[in-house]
């Protein structure tokens, strides 16, 4: 198990344009060898858009892109014709396949925040998609089949224990509030990374929301 906290991440995004960017795993300038990928797992990027601020339409190819809103509302529009509204809660998975274009924007009123997490296919090509799962209640899931991974959600209240999903690579990422796991602290934005993971759980020390990736070994 190897911690990664929340004031470790890399910088990113435009600033003055609205756009802040903190991603956990090496990204543009960012580069280090050491930090490529967990499993499956390329990218899980905390974003914070201004309103009015995005990202304007920008190619993906092989990929498969999933993002969880925190608050405010994600506006998202792509080349194969999809248009949604993403609210709190709410889950969008595009897979990018042979090459996607898409936007992403705020265009509400008050600030958003979401994170988006970039999985490899274990295989390149294919025909984009998109799915949007709107805001689920208590714990759910959704699979990436493409990419041999599942994303876990999990809102603990205070004190209470919640098994995690076993997995080759298990990735375990605090979107609010604090729990521990395996007698360690997590606070917002931290992130565990174990591999081999089998039977354990998580204790939150207030009222939690917990996005767990449980992958297989990469093909």
């Known amino acids: 198990m190897a911690l990664h906290r929340a004031g470790d991440r890399y910088p990113g995004g435009d600033p ?32 914070r858009l201004a309103p009015g601020a995005g990202f304007e339409e920008h190619p993906h190819s092989h990929t498969e892109i999933v993002t969880w809103v925190v608050e405010g509302e994600l506006t998202h529009r792509d080349s194969a014709g999809h248009e949604t509204v993403v609210r709190p809660g709410g889950l969008q998975h595009l897979s990018a396949a042979a090459g996607v274009r898409h936007v992403e924007r705020n265009d509400g009123t008050v600030p958003l925040t979401f994170v988006q997490m970039w999985l490899a296919p274990r295989e390149p090509g294919g025909e984009p ?30 004190g209470e224990r919640t098994p995690l999903p076993d997995g080759d690579f298990l990735y375990v990422h605090v979107v609010r509030g604090r729990a521990e ?9 931290d992130a565990a990374r174990i591999t081999g993971a089998r039977g354990l759980e998580l204790t939150a020390t207030e009222p939690a929301e917990i996005l767990a990736w449980a992958m297989g070994s990469p093909a």
């Open 181 to 189: 796991l395996d007698g360690r602290g997590l606070g917002p934005g």
């Open 129 to 158: 998609s998109y799915a949007h799962v709107p805001g689920p209640a208590g714990t759910a899931s959704h699979a990436v089949p493409a990419a041999g991974a599942v994303l876990h959600v999990r809102r603990p209240a205070a």
């Open 16 to 47: 003055a344009a609205g756009i802040d960017t903190r991603h956990a795993f090496s990204f543009g300038p960012h580069y280090d060898p050491d930090n490529i990928r967990f499993g499956a797992l390329i990218a899980c990027n905390e974003e």
